[in-house]
């Protein structure tokens, strides 16, 4: 199951109906047809923030997004039912790769956005944030590693060995067009958290106007690109998951 709600600051409601609920439905299902194995894709939203750096499967969950507080609410449901039905529950990190338009994605737009303005890509918190990532081909074959496996009835993290954070991130980006990358530093980090709201208004307005007129000069009608910056992608949040425990397992990342 990799159907859910993917858009950000939606109504808790249609994350409830679109994650919790589809959840719910294929596994009161699984129970009646008697399933042999089910897989749930969960994400690393579940762990929201924590004080904890190295985030193992078993750590605390604070979910401070709606996507996931409706994900750990999935997932406490499959919990429920492990009497009835045969599961593994993959908590992702950010996908990227070939088809995928969220993620890491709008940082490509951003970044020549930047470019174009010949303008500096400041980070908050000096790009010290946490963005762990998964290939979607590493994804792909994780699945069919769980589903392949004798592995049942286990909660597994899927991230790759990168490290990655918001600056390591910004600047392998960068370099497609050649945009710099600087820290925003921690006096201006915390006086823009404190104004948080107007801050990313302001921002959101200019990157609309300029991504506008980026598309329009390449006569390109549309994108499927969202370069919208979210009070999610900036929260203060410096943990990192670990993916010890599906490499034990003898699953092996390529990416």
């Known amino acids: 199951n990799a159907a859910e709600e993917t858009r950000e600051q939606m109504n808790p409601i249609d994350y409830e109906r679109s994650i919790f609920q589809i959840t719910k439905n294929f596994a009161d299902?699984?129970?009646?047809?008697?399933?042999?194995?089910?897989?749930?894709?969960?994400?690393?939203?579940?762990y929201g923030t924590t004080e904890d750096k190295i985030l193992k499967e078993s750590s605390q969950k604070n979910p401070?997004?709606?996507?996931?507080?409706?994900?750990i609410k999935a997932e406490n449901y499959l919990l429920q039912m492990k009497k009835f039905i045969n599961f593994v529950i993959i908590r992702s990190a950010i996908v990227y790769g070939k088809g995928c338009l969220k993620g890491i994605s709008?940082?490509?737009?951003?970044?020549?956005?930047?470019?174009?303005?010949?303008?500096?890509?400041?980070?908050?918190?000096?790009?010290?944030?946490?963005?762990?990532t998964i290939h979607i081909d590493d994804l792909t074959q994780a699945i069919a590693f769980v589903l392949t496996s004798p592995i049942n009835k286990e909660i597994l993290n899927l991230v790759d060995d990168n490290?990655?954070?918001?600056?390591?991130?910004?600047?392998?980006?960068?370099?497609?067009?050649?945009?710099?990358?600087?820290?925003?530093?921690?006096?201006?980090?915390?006086?823009?958290?404190?104004?948080?709201?107007?801050v990313i208004d302001i921002l959101?307005?200019?990157?609309?106007?300029?991504?506008?007129?980026?598309?329009?000069?390449?006569?390109?009608?549309?994108?499927?690109?969202?370069?919208q910056i979210y009070k999610e992608y900036i929260s203060k949040n410096f943990s990192s998951m670990s993916n010890e425990k599906i490499k034990k397992l003898g699953f092996l990342l390529r990416f």
């Open 204 to 227: 959101n307005e200019e990157n609309q106007n300029q991504w506008i007129r980026l598309l329009c000069d390449s006569h390109i009608g549309d994108s499927p690109i969202d370069i």
């Open 163 to 198: 490290n990655s954070d918001q600056f390591t991130l910004t600047n392998e980006i960068s370099k497609f067009y050649g945009s710099k990358v600087a820290g925003l530093g921690k006096i201006k980090s915390f006086m823009a958290q404190l104004n948080i709201d107007d």
């Open 64 to 71: 401070i997004r709606e996507r996931g507080k409706a994900k």
């Open 29 to 46: 299902q699984c129970k009646i047809r008697e399933i042999e194995k089910y897989i749930e894709l969960s994400s690393v939203l579940v």
């Open 106 to 132: 709008p940082f490509f737009g951003l970044s020549l956005i930047h470019k174009n303005r010949n303008e500096e890509i400041k980070l908050i918190w000096d790009g010290k944030i946490k963005c762990d």
